[in-house]
């Protein structure tokens, strides 16, 4: 369901947190504090590196959580440019669809200005080809041509969702770190789809890269289906908006926020991180079986519960194949596997099931989809 139910469906204990706290008080804005919403807050900041001051604002979405964001990194700079990567996606709210590199997802209206774009590190398929250094220079470049020479920020997917889960290679996101700092910016790490011990490394994804962002945005798993984002960034950073009246209405909602804590809870009780690992570890297996086997799978890719199929109509030339990839996913609604069809062609199948996804789960659900595959590449 979008990445968004992370412990499973209706899980009863977030069930239950929810109706208490819908009976005791369903609603308090962010002007006020709340025990909930305030104990959550600090759970949700002990999950982060410690020896920083983290500050946590609450959101309603993802989308919104990149605007603040946006705000948040030019205010605490004084400046205005900023860099995202081509074939990301960031929401569709102003702020956040002006961050966005895919085209379907921008509207044919004027953008939030200051933006420019870098090639991002798809080592399948990207511009630059398979090392990291070019799409360094890249940004290095960029800077140079594109900007004033200073910039606010950087904003970057650990893992790229909408674009087909691309994750950054080893090395990016601490060399685009060190990119913007120098050219006086601040990294901003979206963990929207890629947070919640979703990879089954870490619980933000970013922890694998030795690298500690300036700013994080969060949704999605946070919640488990109920509506919660969060600002995650370095007290320093934060207080740059202290003068300013900022709050959203819904923002930091009670009943949201209780659903959050269970989340954190039944994520570290049930071992759903490690779950994630293993299961999802299981699961890249197969798919890779798949691969050998049919060749219109040109790449498959991901860590976790976070995996990709991109088909492709030929390997050595990687034409993608969004009329395949739009038969096979629906034959696989047929059989009642719900999957994501996505990326810049539209020719990437995503699987991004709940955490707690088990074992004895894998077997019929890619059996099922080998047979959808099977069927639409009969001639």
Same mark, same amino acid.
């Given at each position: 369901?979008?990445?968004?139910?992370?412990v499973?469906?209706?899980?009863?204990a977030?069930?239950q947190?929810?109706?208490?706290q819908?009976?005791e008080?369903p609603?308090?804005t962010?002007?006020? *504090?709340h025990?909930v919403?305030?104990?959550?807050?600090?759970?949700?900041a002990?999950t982060?590196?410690k020896?920083?001051?983290w500050?946590?604002?609450?959101?309603?979405?993802?989308s919104?959580?990149?605007?603040l964001?946006?705000?948040?990194?030019?205010?605490?700079t004084?400046?205005?440019?900023?860099?995202?990567?081509q074939?990301? *996606?960031?929401?569709?709210t102003?702020g956040?669809?002006?961050l966005t590199?895919?085209a379907?997802?921008?509207?044919?209206?004027?953008?939030v200005?200051?933006?420019?774009f870098?090639p991002?590190?798809?080592?399948?398929?990207?511009m630059?080809?398979?090392h990291v250094?070019?799409y360094?220079?890249?940004?290095?470049q960029?800077i140079?041509?594109?900007?004033?020479g200073?910039?606010?920020?950087?904003?970057?997917?650990?893992?790229?969702? *909408?674009?087909?889960?691309?994750?950054?290679?080893e090395? *990016?996101?601490k060399?685009?770190?060190?990119r913007?700092?120098?050219?006086?910016?601040?990294?901003?790490?979206?963990?929207v789809q890629?947070?919640?011990g979703?990879?089954?490394r870490?619980f933000?994804?970013?922890?694998?890269h030795?690298?500690?962002?300036d700013i994080?945005?969060?949704?999605?798993?946070?919640?488990?289906?109920f509506?919660?984002?969060?600002?995650?960034?370095?007290?320093a950073?934060?207080?740059?908006?202290a003068?300013?009246?900022m709050?959203?209405?819904?923002?930091?909602?009670p009943v949201?926020?209780?659903a959050?804590?269970?989340?954190?809870?039944?994520?570290?009780?049930?071992k759903?991180?490690?779950?994630a690992?293993?299961?999802?570890g299981?699961?890249?297996?197969?798919?890779?079986?798949?691969?050998q086997?049919y060749?219109v799978?040109g790449d498959?890719?991901?860590?976790?519960?976070?995996?990709?199929?991109e088909?492709?109509?030929?390997?050595?030339?990687?034409?993608?194949d969004?009329d395949?990839t739009?038969e096979?996913?629906?034959?696989?609604r047929?059989?009642?596997?719900?999957?994501?069809?996505s990326?810049?062609?539209?020719?990437v199948?995503?699987?991004?099931?709940?955490?707690?996804?088990?074992e004895v789960?894998?077997?019929p659900v890619?059996?099922a989809?080998?047979?959808?595959?099977?069927a639409?590449t009969?001639?």
């Amino acid at each position: 369901m979008n990445v968004c139910v992370s412990v499973g469906h209706a899980h009863p204990a977030v069930v239950q947190a929810v109706c208490e706290q819908a009976q005791e008080l369903p609603h308090s804005t962010t002007m006020f *504090y709340h025990a909930v919403s305030s104990h959550y807050a600090e759970e949700l900041a002990a999950t982060f590196l410690k020896g920083h001051d983290w500050v946590v604002y609450l959101t309603n979405s993802g989308s919104e959580a990149v605007d603040l964001a946006l705000m948040m990194a030019r205010a605490s700079t004084g400046h205005t440019d900023f860099l995202s990567l081509q074939n990301s *996606y960031h929401g569709p709210t102003a702020g956040a669809q002006a961050l966005t590199g895919i085209a379907g997802f921008r509207q044919n209206a004027a953008q939030v200005p200051g933006i420019t774009f870098v090639p991002e590190p798809n080592l399948y398929r990207g511009m630059l080809g398979a090392h990291v250094a070019p799409y360094l220079d890249a940004i290095d470049q960029t800077i140079r041509t594109s900007t004033s020479g200073s910039i606010a920020g950087m904003i970057v997917e650990t893992v790229q969702g *909408y674009s087909g889960i691309v994750e950054m290679p080893e090395g *990016y996101l601490k060399g685009a770190a060190e990119r913007a700092r120098a050219a006086g910016g601040l990294l901003v790490v979206d963990e929207v789809q890629s947070g919640v011990g979703r990879t089954g490394r870490a619980f933000w994804a970013f922890e694998s890269h030795d690298v500690v962002p300036d700013i994080v945005v969060a949704a999605k798993g946070l919640g488990n289906g109920f509506p919660l984002g969060a600002v995650i960034a370095k007290r320093a950073v934060a207080e740059a908006m202290a003068d300013k009246f900022m709050f959203h209405t819904y923002g930091s909602n009670p009943v949201a926020c209780a659903a959050g804590r269970e989340v954190l809870r039944v994520r570290q009780e049930d071992k759903l991180q490690s779950n994630a690992a293993h299961v999802g570890g299981l699961s890249l297996a197969r798919l890779r079986d798949l691969q050998q086997r049919y060749p219109v799978i040109g790449d498959v890719r991901g860590s976790g519960l976070m995996l990709a199929l991109e088909f492709v109509k030929d390997r050595n030339t990687k034409e993608p194949d969004p009329d395949l990839t739009a038969e096979v996913f629906e034959q696989t609604r047929a059989e009642g596997i719900i999957m994501s069809k996505s990326g810049p062609h539209r020719s990437v199948l995503r699987l991004v099931p709940p955490l707690c996804l088990s074992e004895v789960d894998i077997e019929p659900v890619i059996d099922a989809f080998e047979a959808c595959l099977a069927a639409a590449t009969t001639v």
